[in-house]
């Protein structure tokens, strides 16, 4: 019974936190969001290349000379009482033109009771996952391209069963400083486990993402614009929650036709004040405003929004996140620059 309960949890927690990508590989913490900043924006942003360490987790191609010593820490109070966190520092050499990335992904399942064949409480047992990367991104030549990636150690530990891998991440990336544009290819988790749980291998969550972002000319605005999944299509099946019937007692199921699976892909954020010590942050997923809205119900699914401040050289940065009406996050991050 035991044996049961504990994949079951796992899948349970997965599935409710990647919506209908959940169960389909392991090791899905790997596509958590990252950073306050990255939640404000939509929940994945790929193209801030500044000082911001963090970045680099999922996009590595972002590993820059502004990220030199910088060392950012975050935490996030996730949804069924799961926590996790993640650490970036950047250190850059040989006159400041090689920059070498770090980073650490930690979650915390919590505790659950586990029962015998018989029902019988058999104690308590937990679940945790971590993952260990170390990136680097070098310029392509003369031109405006950047190339990166990110390798890393994946352990994973549910009650009695363990797991190993290793996972790559590639970046590329296109920076216009004339319009202050930029635009980039990320390809995630490529990889395998090397030990499995309990014999059985299971792939990596493989994910796909093009990212967009420009800061307006003569507005204190820079907006972004992701794809995200491209590898999976379609992203969206009918939900029989959401079946119509009329009043002869036909019933019609939901239909997701293309523009409505287009949009799923797509988040959209914008940051005020990109550039200053005081940055406001709106974002808003259409995936996730999706797949949790609830039938004749508002409730916001979908949206973020966040802050960040500066002082001397720490900045603190606070997003929060709607899932549902009665499940949200609240990101909270450190960055300190330790130059």
Not at 18 to 41: E, I, K, M, W
Not at 285 to 300: A, K, P, T, Y
Request: contains cysteine.
């Amino acid at each position: 019974m035991l044996k049961k309960i504990v994949p079951f949890c796992y899948l349970l927690f997965s599935s409710f936190c990647f919506a209908q990508l959940g169960g389909q590989s392991t090791y899905q913490f790997l596509n958590l969001v990252n950073s306050p900043r990255q939640a404000a924006l939509g929940g994945k942003v790929l193209t801030n290349v500044d000082y911001d360490v963090t970045q680099a987790l999922y996009n590595p191609s972002t590993i820059n000379v502004e990220m030199d010593n910088q060392f950012a820490l975050n935490y996030t109070s996730y949804l069924g009482g799961i926590s996790y966190g993640t650490a970036a520092y950047a250190y850059t050499w040989d006159r400041r033109t090689q920059t070498i990335h770090a980073g650490m992904t930690y979650v915390n399942y919590g505790d659950f009771i586990g029962y015998d064949e018989s029902g019988l409480e058999t104690g308590t047992f937990s679940g945790s996952e971590a993952a260990l990367s170390v990136g680097y991104a070098k310029q392509i030549g003369y031109s405006d391209f950047y190339a990166g990636a990110n390798v890393k150690l994946i352990t994973s530990t549910l009650e009695q069963y363990s797991s190993f891998g290793v996972a790559a991440d590639l970046g590329l990336l296109y920076i216009d400083e004339r319009l202050e544009f930029q635009g980039t290819l990320v390809v995630r988790n490529l990889g395998t486990q090397i030990t499995t749980y309990a014999g059985r291998r299971e792939s990596l969550p493989l994910e796909i993402d093009v990212g967009l972002s420009q800061t307006l000319e003569n507005v204190p605005l820079r907006w972004h614009l992701t794809f995200e999944n491209l590898q999976q299509w379609p992203i969206g099946i009918e939900n029989p929650a959401r079946a119509t019937t009329d009043l002869e007692g036909n019933q019609t199921q939901e239909k997701v036709g293309f523009l409505s699976q287009l949009i799923r892909h797509t988040i959209v954020g914008a940051e005020l004040f990109p550039n200053k010590g005081f940055n406001i942050r709106l974002g808003y997923s259409f995936r996730r405003g999706e797949e949790l809205r609830i039938v004749d119900q508002r409730n916001f699914s979908g949206i973020s929004a966040g802050f960040s401040i500066k002082l001397n050289k720490l900045r603190f940065s606070y997003t929060h996140a709607k899932y549902t009406t009665a499940a949200n996050s609240n990101f909270f991050g450190l960055q300190i620059d330790l130059r």
